[in-house]
């Protein structure tokens, strides 16, 4: 069985550029989350979808969003990219979000020059 | 302060040496992960749990939800268990992967 699947794994990108990540989730998998790291910040959630529904959101601005399409497949976008958004951006994946194992990607490690 | 404290920040020890890793929150939470973090980046959950104790090899996950406490024990270290170690916890009952994080315990065992 396939683990969750980040593209591009590695990205250098200008300020004021946008960026869209990609995530595939676990097969039956319906649950994906998002979360940034960095080491100032630690470990931080994005958002959350369940069946192409976002279903929480973390504490961040609107230049960062995302989706899920009808094969539980995801992606976020960071638009307007600043220095401070250079990170590793984890995508995790459960059967239904609540009360099961969380399985997370190997992240797309984010560089804004 | 933050939600989800841990300690020790950072653990040396020697191979076959029994550790253990702190966990304490401040928030109500339905389940504690464990997570483990290598060099690289990509994050394995090694346990999730909501009461008493559970085993995994040579890892042990405990909780005490009264105490707002978990504590995460390797027995007989090895090298190879050098890694970031993390708890997180789903503040209410918002949904499980709206995770808040401990700051990690960093672990290098020494051969």
């Known amino acids: 069985k396939a683990g969750v699947t980040q593209t591009p794994r590695y990205l250098i990108k200008t300020r004021g550029q946008q960026v869209t990540l990609s995530c595939s989730p676990i097969?039956?998998?319906?649950?994906v989350s998002w979360y940034q790291q960095t080491p100032g910040q630690g470990l931080q959630f994005l958002f959350e979808?369940?069946?192409?529904?976002?279903?929480n959101k973390g504490n961040f601005p609107g230049r960062f969003s995302g989706r899920q399409f009808s094969n539980s497949r995801s992606e976020m976008n960071v638009s307007t990219l600043e220095l401070g958004d250079s990170a590793l951006y984890l995508c995790?994946?459960?059967?239904?979000?609540?009360?099961?194992?969380?399985?997370f990607g190997e992240g797309s490690w984010l560089t804004v020059v | 302060k933050n939600e989800v404290e841990q300690s020790p920040q950072n653990l040396t020890a020697q191979e076959g040496e029994f550790i253990t890793i702190n966990c304490s929150y401040s928030?109500?939470?339905?389940?504690l992960h464990w997570l483990q973090q290598h060099p690289g980046g990509g994050i394995v959950s090694l346990f999730m749990?909501?009461?008493g104790k559970k085993k995994h090899g040579r890892l042990i996950a405990t909780i005490n939800i009264q105490e707002k406490h978990s504590s995460l024990h390797i027995t007989a270290s090895h090298p190879r268990d050098s890694a970031v170690y993390i708890c997180?916890?789903?503040?209410?009952?918002?949904?499980?992967?709206?995770?808040?994080f401990g700051q990690g315990t960093r672990l290098t065992i020494n051969p």
């Open positions: 995790a994946s459960s059967q239904q979000g609540r009360g099961n194992t969380i399985y």
């Open positions: 097969s039956g998998h319906r649950s």
């Open positions: 979808y369940f069946s192409e529904t976002q279903r």
């Open positions: 928030v109500g939470i339905s389940a």
């Open positions: 749990l909501s009461s």
């Open positions: 997180a916890v789903p503040p209410g009952i918002q949904g499980a992967q709206k995770l808040v």
